[in-house]
């Protein structure tokens, strides 16, 4: 049971979207009623990340957003990944303050600049001054596996973006999946072209 799992729980509010309808709950004061009031949701254990993301933000769990695509043959890969960080006052990751760090998917290797939400580029976290050159996201090849894994149990879903991070335990743990408005948009500015080899252009062709 989600309530044995950890100190805190997190509730999710159906629809929930950019980092709005999340709440951080201590479970000795869960209130069921209290929740059912606020609507439908899901509750989820808290994850303690990774400390390499600690010392890029400790006060919100990061999420890696790993991008894979179906193909016509049925063939997924990763097409493109990036690392989204809170700020100091953040509880968690909100579309809102976010801060977007294109990550290399070969290697692991975080990019020279991070993004602020008008897409400024900054070579450090604005909080912690955690500079993003040279460093490395552990265990990236087991997200990426992962991924590609939970997509066959969905195929039907050509593109899906997939927002994990890495535990303390090095474990890849799955927040959710993505698959409309998985934020496209940041990897083909930052790694694109990630999709002109799939004919997608030419769909509305099909449709028209």
């Given amino acids: 049971m989600v309530l044995e799992a950890s100190e805190k729980i997190v509730y999710k509010l159906d629809n929930s979207l950019q980092g709005k309808g999340v709440y951080f ?13 606020m609507g439908n949701g899901v ?20 999420t890696l957003r790993v991008t894979t695509v179906i193909n016509d043959q049925g063939i997924i890969s990763v097409r493109a990944c ?54 490395q996201v552990p265990n990236l090849k087991e997200c990426i ?31 959710e999946w993505n698959g409309n408005h998985n934020d496209i948009k940041f990897s083909e500015a930052t790694q694109g072209p990630c999709f002109s080899d799939l004919g997608w252009e030419n769909l509305w062709r099909k449709t028209n």
């Avoid at 509750?43 to 990061?62: E, G, M």
């Avoid at 400024?120 to 500079?131: A, K, M, S």
């Fill in 82 to 135: 990036y690392l989204r960080v809170g700020r100091s006052t953040d509880t968690h990751v909100k579309s809102s303050s976010h801060i977007r760090i294109p990550v290399d998917t070969a290697t692991g290797l975080l990019d020279t600049f991070g993004y602020t939400t008008v897409w400024l580029q900054i070579p450090v976290h604005p909080d912690t001054n955690f500079i993003f050159k040279n460093q």
């Fill in 145 to 175: 596996a992962t991924a590609k894994i939970l997509h066959k149990r969905v195929p039907f879903v050509r593109a899906i973006g997939w927002d994990m991070i890495v535990d303390t335990d090095n474990k890849v743990q799955v927040m």
């Fill in 25 to 37: 709950i201590d479970k000795h004061k869960c209130d069921i009623d209290k929740l059912k009031k």
């Fill in 43 to 62: 509750l989820q254990r808290y994850i303690k990340q990774h400390a390499f993301f600690d010392s890029i933000t400790p006060n919100s769990v990061a």
